[in-house]
């Protein structure tokens, strides 16, 4: 295959999973559209960048995803990550609006989690990946994966306290 249809197929697959990745990074970010959006362009861009070898393996969104994780992981290690300039989370694109607030109290109590609790938790429950699928897109022991999982979900079960029950019944 030519070098024209390499890119071809690269932006087929660019066009196909940009949607996905973004929701993936909102939730990441926990609303933040602005960083989800570079974390979706950076992401794009090495894949770009790997493409004759991505577009071989056998999961090239699989390998997508875990471009995408690991640049989200690599933002919150650097300190000027912890710089917000606002309180409130925008409304998110394509986002589902039956219960706006419970979609803002979910994002709300994924922003209070640590980023490998809120990436361990997009990952399994949201993205429906195994506990090895996760682990291997985080660098980390399935172990480590299922003790996160865990933690994080009680972590959250306890900042939504009442509210959980509420929204169950809804």
């Not at 989200?72 to 394509?94: C, I, K, N, Q, Y």
């Amino acid at each position: 295959m030519g070098q024209g249809g390499r890119m071809d197929g690269y932006r087929e697959f660019a066009a196909a999973r940009a949607g996905h990745l973004y929701r993936s990074a909102c939730l990441l970010t926990a609303g933040d559209t602005h960083l989800a959006e570079d974390l979706v362009q950076e992401t794009l861009g090495r894949v770009y960048v790997r493409w004759g070898r991505v577009a071989r393996a056998d999961n090239p969104a699989g390998y997508a995803q875990t471009v995408l994780t690991r640049a989200f992981l690599a933002h919150r290690r650097r300190r000027s990550s912890t710089e917000h300039s606002t309180a409130e989370f925008p409304d998110l694109p394509g986002a589902a609006t039956d219960d706006p607030s419970l979609r803002l109290t979910l994002l709300d109590a994924l922003a209070r989690l640590p980023a490998k609790d809120r990436a361990v938790i997009v990952l399994r429950y949201w993205e429906d990946r195994s506990v090895q699928e996760t682990a291997d897109t985080m660098n980390a022991s399935p172990a480590a994966v299922r003790t996160r999982s865990v933690r994080a979900l009680a972590r959250l079960r306890e900042l939504l306290g009442e509210e959980l029950g509420e929204y169950a019944r809804s």
